[in-house]
């Protein structure tokens, strides 16, 4: 089936860095979306993506849905220890009719104080 | 509007046991879909209603079954309980654009 590669696996920051993490895929996709899940909980929508070359901003998060339709990524601007939590990625396979969306394993980000 | 609500947060079964999960979807929405998460797993598709229909299916035994009701709503059910079955349980809601989906915070399962 389809697959993500999502990356990085983790990352450890120091406190006001910026960081970015990405998604790509094999295949087309027409909606990228990026989650945050913070420990013990489900996972959070950050922002959603549904035109290539799209660019959308959430704070100070930045996501962008690549022109080549097989990559997005996640910028994430002066962090904060907040940041903390794993980050997935998930698209929806062009012209998959209702398909489910496919997830990424996640980026387990990291940040000291 | 209210987010998912996921019904209960945390439960503790012996193997072999039976346990229903419940889920109440953003208002609005039709689609309501299980996710299994386990650590070093990610999120592992369970399956999809819409509808009241099962419209997609994940790679899980048949212990594994879920319904939707008319108004929504949706429940699942593991039967015979293995101790591999401890994960935590999500339910996302969907019916939005680009088939977006939603979280509830989860269910969290523990077989002893």
């Known amino acids: 089936g389809q697959q993500l590669n999502q990356s990085p696996q983790s990352m450890f920051i120091q406190e006001g860095e910026d960081v970015s993490m990405n998604c790509t895929s094999s295949?087309?996709?027409?909606?990228w979306l990026w989650y945050k899940q913070d420990p013990g909980e489900g996972p959070v929508l950050l922002i959603a993506?549904?035109?290539?070359?799209e660019l959308t901003s959430n704070g100070r998060l930045t996501a962008q849905f690549g022109i080549t339709r097989k990559d997005s990524f996640l910028n994430i601007s002066a962090s904060i220890p907040s940041d903390v939590g794993i980050y997935f990625c998930?698209?929806?396979?062009?012209?998959?009719?209702?398909?489910?969306?496919?997830f990424g394993k996640g980026t387990r980000l990291s940040v000291i104080a | 509007k209210a987010g998912v609500t996921q019904t209960p947060r945390y439960l503790i079964k012996t193997r072999g046991q039976q346990v229903t999960l419940s889920c109440s979807p953003i208002s609005g929405h039709r689609s309501v879909s299980w996710y299994q998460q386990t650590p070093g797993q990610g999120l592992q598709f369970l399956f999809e209603?819409?509808?009241?229909?099962?419209?997609n299916k994940g790679n899980f035994p048949g212990r594994f079954s879920g319904r939707q009701f008319s108004n929504s709503r949706s429940e699942m059910n593991v039967s015979t309980l293995e101790l591999g079955d401890s994960a935590l349980y999500l339910c996302?809601?969907?019916?939005?654009?680009?088939?977006?989906?939603?979280f509830g915070e989860g269910s969290w399962l523990t077989v002893v």
């Open positions: 295949s087309i996709f027409n909606t």
């Open positions: 998930a698209g929806q396979p062009y012209l998959s009719g209702n398909t489910p969306l496919v």
């Open positions: 209603y819409f509808s009241e229909t099962q419209r």
């Open positions: 993506l549904y035109k290539a070359g």
């Open positions: 996302a809601s969907g019916g939005g654009a680009g088939n977006t989906i939603y």
